[in-house]
Nanobody, 118 residues
């Protein structure tokens, strides 16, 4: 059974940095795509950043220039370096893996809380 587990969340002051990590277990293949989503209280879950197995990345406009997504393909580990954090970045951050291998697949982690506050 594939499991994704996030870590690295916490409380940080505005302007600070955090690095989130998502490790995978139970997978026998490299995921096509990995991504980070976030969900703030009372809001819908939104896509933050994606990275393909080729290394191509994409970001939400709200985090461009501040966040960097990276991954270790063989181990399906993905990172999210978050700099210049703002209070509006506060949310639960979720790791996602998706793609197609015979059929479509998608896996989610349980989430890690990021709080940006003075």
């Amino acid at each position: 059974q594939v499991q994704l587990e996030e870590s690295g969340g916490g409380l940080v002051h505005p302007g600070g940095s955090l690095k989130l990590t998502c490790v995978t277990s139970g997978s026998t293949f490299s995921f096509n795509n990995m991504a980070w989503y976030r969900q703030a209280p009372g809001k819908q879950r939104e896509l933050v950043a994606t990275i393909k197995s080729s290394g191509a990345t994409d970001y939400a406009d709200s985090v461009k220039g501040r966040f960097t997504i990276s991954r270790r393909v063989p181990r399906n580990t993905v990172y999210l370096q978050m700099n210049s954090l703002k209070p509006e970045d506060s949310a639960v951050y979720y790791c996602n893996a998706n793609g197609r291998r015979g059929r479509d697949y998608e896996f989610w982690g349980q989430g890690t809380q990021v709080t940006v506050s003075s």
